[in-house]
């Protein structure tokens, strides 16, 4: 049943990133619940990615594009609390490929090098961080909240660079 539940949770967050989003949220979000399925398609996982969403909604209120940076880091910590289960490379391995999934729509976007170069570097520094601390806190639901929410926190800082 818990499948069941991850799948219409994931579907709906898909049409929800597609239709207010568009293609770019939806590719970053597609790319974060494939490798959610392979880290156990929990519903704790399908409610830290779902409130990713507010950093879509935001965007969407404020006019402020800049705020897709934020929902992909997000995701990437959701993928690398989610895949840490299996080991430290597998975490930081699935938070990596959203965060390359993000860097991609950026290139197609035509973002200019040094933007890209610091929105890599901001990613690259943030995956670190939280690697580092899901290998050394418990893995509760409570502590990989806490490294979710500080990653999307520390990206949305990072558009100030």
Do not use: H
């Amino acid at each position: 049943m818990r499948r069941i539940w991850f799948i219409v949770g994931e579907v709906s967050f898909l049409a929800a990133a597609q239709i207010v989003g568009g293609p770019p949220w939806t590719l970053v979000g597609g790319v974060a619940f494939v490798l959610l399925a392979f880290a156990g398609s929990s519903v704790e996982s399908l409610l830290l990615a779902a409130s990713s969403l507010a950093w879509l909604a935001a965007s969407i209120a404020t006019g402020d594009r800049e705020l897709f940076f934020p929902y992909a880091m997000q995701l990437a910590a959701v993928a690398l609390c989610g895949l840490a289960k299996r080991g430290p490379a597998w975490g930081l391995a699935g938070g990596g490929m959203v965060a390359a999934a993000f860097l991609a729509v950026r290139v197609a976007q035509q973002a200019a090098p040094r933007v890209l170069a610091v929105e890599g570097a901001v990613a690259a520094a943030i995956l670190a961080g939280a690697a580092v601390a899901c290998a050394r806190w418990p893995r509760r639901g409570a502590f990989d909240a806490a490294i979710i929410a500080a990653s999307a926190l520390l990206a949305y800082a990072g558009l100030a660079l």
